[in-house]
């Protein structure tokens, strides 16, 4: 007899030890009958891992979703597509098969929190009516072996999930009421009804709201560097071939000048707003930091190559989370104001009229307009949002360039996998050349060398805010490289975050911690009282945002679990039980924490995990999900018999 290794890193053991038991487990294995199911979907950039995650808890894969267990797997090497099946340590395969079935869909943060709002499955779909699709696969979303589990819309909503913090207000708009009720999968799009109703989230029914962040996630820049048939790259800044990062270093102020559309071509030579280490404005052209092994700076190409900025169309957590790091470090690069970096990274000052956006999606080979409601000197940023449009809407607004059109017109990509895809497109000319110069922002998991796939995207390393500070401004300098986006640099930029004290779900908004004057952070270090770190007043900042610890990432932020304080449990009993042993093993194994980091990912800190076991997944804490028979925890203030269905 043999127990899953990872209860030893468990702390809210009295929910899981019924995940002890004997096997010794064949490789990629299929399901056996289900006996119960946990149901989930949302955020696409933790799609991935959640499917292999929800396989390794119950030590079976689904169906055809590309997964094995084996011997093989080092979440340290990575090795993209295995599921930890050593004889010793993490070994989801010692473990027979619990019978509790995940299934989770990707359909984009927005989708996800659509759906949990109303408590409502059939919201679980991607873009916005009328266009609307299923899933994304990957990652598998169905079990096709179980007849229960086969079938599209899920039975109901166990968790929705999301890159950004639910809004402050839980209401759900754009909402699709279906009448179909056949197999959805086997369909390409479902037309919709009454598209433009909203609903409130029901605290009353389904006890307060949680949010609950579920990993540390670093945000991978992608570049296709591939030679086109006018120009060939030389990059003098790229990393190590086959590690994280490898592609290319970008400095921040790079990026700030290519997501404001203030350089477009890969061969400009021209200046950008620059940030020296003792606060004022550094003489810098684009081309400087294409240096650091060896080789002096030089154009990346010697004629022109447009940079087609690949971006998410539909609600993204993704985006919200690279419009943060925008949002908060690319401003005070323009120390006099001159290249409008506040107005345009935050929204906060833009006048525009109604503005329309063109989504052109190279994927599908559509077109289609999103519409940005008007502003006038606006008072309220845009940005961070998980509407990308706005960024376009800002960029037009301030400085009279439309980037979604024309020759070189930024590219949009609805999910995760259709940015990736977008970005490391396989077209070629007549003459063979692949079509380089694309850019765009994508989930580890997606990006080489954490995706097995071959048309996997490279990502870029990435200057930190404490490089700066210490004069590490190009690669190479003080013998440093930038940043690679892996779970190590991702923890850096954690380490500074507090466990939030509050239980409301807008008190674990990890976004919202901001740098405070005189404050002690997590990590134990203190911001003055003048909020001076490297020379910038970092006051007011998001911590997530403008990370200034050594080694951090800069653009990371979590994936939320949106859950439910009170679960209606009559058409399955087990519900409540399902969801918090699968919360408490993903939390607090070794083995979930080796799949994440086998995906780019990084598991929570041991401070989260503790709050989070104790508050929300231990009966008797007065906030712990229940169920709604018992009238107790975060059923208390429910009605005996209601709970979300």
């Known amino acids: 007899m043999t127990t899953r290794s990872s209860i030893s890193r468990l702390r809210c053991t009295a929910s899981v030890l019924a995940l002890s038991a004997a096997a010794t487990f064949a490789a990629a294995v299929q399901p056996a009958v289900a006996q119960t199911a946990v149901y989930g979907g949302g955020s696409t950039l933790v799609s991935l891992a959640m499917r292999q995650a929800m396989d390794c808890y119950n030590a079976q894969t689904v169906t055809n979703d590309g997964y094995s267990f084996s011997s093989a797997f080092n979440a340290a090497g990575p090795t993209p597509g295995l599921l930890p099946g050593t004889p010793d340590g993490a070994n989801c395969s010692q473990l027979s098969a619990l019978g509790t079935v995940g299934l989770y869909a990707a359909v984009g943060s927005g989708a996800g929190q659509r759906a949990f709002i109303t408590n409502d499955s059939k919201q679980l779909l991607r873009g916005s009516a009328p266009s609307?699709?299923?899933?994304?696969?990957?990652?598998?979303?169905?079990?096709?072996?179980?007849?229960?589990?086969?079938?599209?819309?899920?039975?109901?909503?166990?968790?929705?999930?999301?890159?950004?913090?639910?809004?402050?207000?839980?209401?759900?708009?754009?909402?699709?009421?279906?009448?179909?009720?056949?197999?959805?999968?086997?369909?390409?799009?479902?037309?919709?009804?009454?598209?433009?109703?909203?609903?409130?989230?029901?605290?009353?029914?389904?006890?307060?709201?949680?949010?609950?962040?579920?990993?540390?996630?670093?945000?991978?820049?992608?570049?296709?560097?591939?030679?086109?048939?006018?120009?060939?790259?030389?990059?003098?800044?790229?990393?190590?071939?086959?590690?994280?990062?490898?592609?290319?270093?970008?400095?921040?102020?790079?990026?700030?000048?290519?997501?404001?559309?203030?350089?477009?071509?890969?061969?400009?030579?021209?200046?950008?707003?620059?940030?020296?280490?003792?606060?004022?404005?550094?003489?810098?052209?684009?081309?400087?930091?294409?240096?650091?092994?060896?080789?002096?700076?030089?154009?990346?190409?010697?004629?022109?190559?447009?940079?087609?900025?690949?971006?998410?169309?539909?609600?993204?957590?993704?985006?919200?989370?690279?419009?943060?790091?925008?949002?908060?470090?690319?401003?005070?690069?323009?120390?006099?104001?001159?290249?409008?970096?506040?107005?345009?990274?935050?929204?906060?000052?833009?006048?525009?009229?109604?503005?329309?956006?063109?989504?052109?999606?190279?994927?599908?080979?559509?077109?289609?307009?999103?519409?940005?409601?008007?502003?006038?000197?606006?008072?309220?940023?845009?940005?961070?949002?998980?509407?990308?449009?706005?960024?376009?809407a800002n960029i037009k607004a301030v400085k009279g360039v439309d980037v979604s059109t024309g020759a070189g017109g930024w590219l949009a990509g609805n999910g995760t996998g259709e940015v990736a895809d977008t970005v490391n497109s396989n077209a070629q000319d007549?003459?063979?050349?692949?079509?380089?110069?694309?850019?765009?922002?994508?989930?580890?998991?997606?990006?080489?060398?954490?995706?097995?796939?071959?048309?996997?995207?490279?990502?870029?390393?990435?200057?930190?805010?404490?490089?700066?500070?210490?004069?590490?401004?190009?690669?190479?300098?003080?013998?440093?490289?930038?940043?690679?986006?892996?779970?190590?640099?991702?923890?850096?930029?954690?380490?500074?975050?507090?466990?939030?004290?509050?239980?409301?779900?807008?008190?674990?908004?990890?976004?919202?911690?901001?740098?405070?004057?005189?404050?002690?952070?997590?990590?134990?270090?203190?911001?003055?009282?003048?909020?001076?770190?490297?020379?910038?007043?970092?006051?007011?900042?998001s911590q997530l945002g403008l990370p200034i610890l050594s080694g951090a990432y800069p653009i990371t932020g979590t994936t939320f679990a949106y859950l439910y304080s009170c679960y209606n449990t009559t058409s399955a009993p087990t519900r409540v039980t399902d969801i918090t042993n699968f919360l408490s093993w993903f939390y607090s194994s070794q083995d979930g924490a080796s799949v994440l980091q086998n995906n780019g990912f990084n598991a929570l800190n041991s401070a989260f995990v503790t709050t989070i076991s104790s508050s929300y997944l231990t009966a008797g804490s007065g906030v712990a999900i229940a169920d709604s028979s018992t009238q107790a925890d975060g059923c208390s203030a429910v009605a005996a018999g209601a709970g979300a269905q």
């Open 430 to 541: 007549a003459n063979g050349n692949y079509l380089g110069g694309r850019i765009g922002y994508v989930s580890n998991d997606f990006a080489k060398p954490y995706n097995p796939a071959a048309s996997a995207p490279l990502s870029a390393s990435v200057q930190n805010d404490d490089q700066r500070a210490r004069g590490v401004y190009h690669p190479g300098d003080l013998g440093e490289s930038f940043v690679a986006p892996t779970p190590a640099s991702a923890d850096n930029a954690f380490k500074s975050v507090a466990v939030p004290s509050g239980t409301t779900y807008t008190a674990w908004n990890l976004y919202a911690q901001a740098y405070v004057a005189g404050a002690t952070l997590a990590d134990g270090t203190v911001i003055p009282a003048d909020g001076i770190v490297g020379n910038i007043n970092v006051v007011g900042k």
């Open 132 to 392: 609307l699709s299923l899933p994304a696969v990957p990652p598998v979303f169905l079990e096709s072996s179980v007849p229960a589990l086969a079938t599209y819309p899920y039975a109901r909503v166990d968790f929705g999930a999301g890159d950004s913090p639910l809004p402050n207000t839980l209401t759900a708009t754009a909402l699709t009421n279906f009448s179909s009720t056949s197999n959805w999968q086997n369909l390409t799009s479902i037309a919709a009804s009454n598209a433009s109703s909203a609903t409130t989230y029901n605290a009353a029914a389904f006890g307060a709201a949680i949010q609950l962040p579920l990993i540390e996630a670093p945000v991978a820049v992608v570049v296709n560097t591939n030679n086109s048939p006018t120009a060939t790259w030389t990059i003098n800044s790229a990393g190590t071939a086959g590690t994280p990062g490898s592609a290319i270093q970008l400095s921040t102020a790079q990026l700030c000048a290519i997501f404001s559309g203030e350089v477009r071509d890969w061969s400009s030579t021209a200046a950008i707003a620059a940030l020296d280490n003792a606060g004022q404005a550094r003489v810098q052209t684009f081309m400087d930091d294409n240096t650091g092994n060896g080789g002096a700076a030089q154009a990346y190409v010697s004629n022109s190559l447009p940079i087609q900025v690949a971006f998410r169309s539909d609600g993204s957590g993704t985006s919200f989370i690279l419009t943060n790091f925008l949002a908060n470090s690319c401003p005070q690069l323009d120390v006099d104001g001159s290249h409008n970096y506040a107005k345009i990274f935050t929204g906060v000052g833009v006048t525009f009229s109604s503005t329309v956006v063109t989504l052109n999606d190279q994927v599908t080979g559509t077109t289609t307009t999103t519409t940005i409601a008007a502003k006038t000197n606006a008072s309220a940023a845009n940005l961070p949002s998980t509407t990308f449009a706005n960024l376009i």
